[in-house]
């Protein structure tokens, strides 16, 4: 929506390119076949309990390659660090994950989101009313992550 999962994405590539690894940071929406990738990191916003719908449509479209690699998924949820906000965006992604019983991530972890209402287009701008930004991402825990697929991703 205004570029928090690809800051996020970015920040996954740091820490596996530090490790001597090879990677490619594209939006969902422009992978059109995953012939010349080899393992899968699928980053996504929870978006109204769902996860955002171009990571939906990759999902979909590259369902028979994704169960020949490895995969792992991590999704943007909670904008604060209120523990219901971060319990509820935990059972959507494992609802999300449910839904996908033909797919098996080696990893899959929700990290913090950032929520600035400025950046929401119509019709969410209208729903954002009052609401402060926020930015509920952990550096660390995204790099800690990161390092620990090392060896888990071939």
Same mark, same amino acid.
């Given at each position: 929506?205004?570029?928090?999962?690809?800051?996020?994405?970015?920040?996954?590539?740091?820490?596996?390119?530090?490790?001597?690894?090879?990677?490619?940071?594209?939006?969902?929406?422009?992978?059109?076949?995953?012939?010349?990738?080899?393992?899968?990191? =699928?980053?996504?916003? =929870?978006?109204?309990?769902?996860?955002?719908?171009?990571?939906?449509?990759? =999902?979909?479209?590259?369902?028979?390659?994704?169960?020949?690699?490895?995969?792992?998924?991590?999704?943007?949820?909670?904008?604060?660090?209120? &523990?219901?906000?971060?319990?509820?965006?935990?059972?959507?992604?494992?609802?999300? =994950?449910?839904?996908?019983?033909?797919?098996?991530?080696?990893?899959?972890?929700?990290?913090?989101?950032?929520?600035?209402?400025?950046?929401?287009?119509?019709?969410?701008?209208?729903?954002?009313?009052?609401?402060?930004?926020?930015?509920?991402?952990?550096? &660390?825990?995204?790099?800690?992550?990161?390092?620990?697929?090392?060896?888990?991703?071939?």
């Amino acid at each position: 929506m205004y570029g928090s999962t690809r800051e996020v994405a970015e920040a996954v590539a740091v820490a596996l390119r530090e490790d001597g690894s090879v990677v490619d940071v594209r939006p969902a929406a422009e992978v059109k076949r995953l012939a010349d990738y080899g393992p899968v990191i =699928l980053g996504a916003p =929870l978006i109204m309990h769902r996860f955002h719908k171009d990571a939906r449509k990759f =999902l979909a479209r590259n369902r028979e390659e994704l169960q020949d690699r490895p995969v792992a998924i991590f999704a943007l949820g909670p904008c604060t660090q209120d &523990e219901q906000e971060w319990s509820d965006c935990r059972g959507q992604l494992a609802d999300e =994950l449910q839904q996908l019983e033909w797919l098996s991530p080696v990893e899959a972890e929700l990290f913090g989101g950032r929520f600035d209402p400025e950046l929401l287009r119509f019709p969410l701008n209208k729903f954002a009313g009052a609401a402060e930004a926020s930015d509920a991402r952990d550096w &660390e825990a995204i790099r800690r992550w990161a390092t620990g697929l090392e060896g888990r991703m071939v």
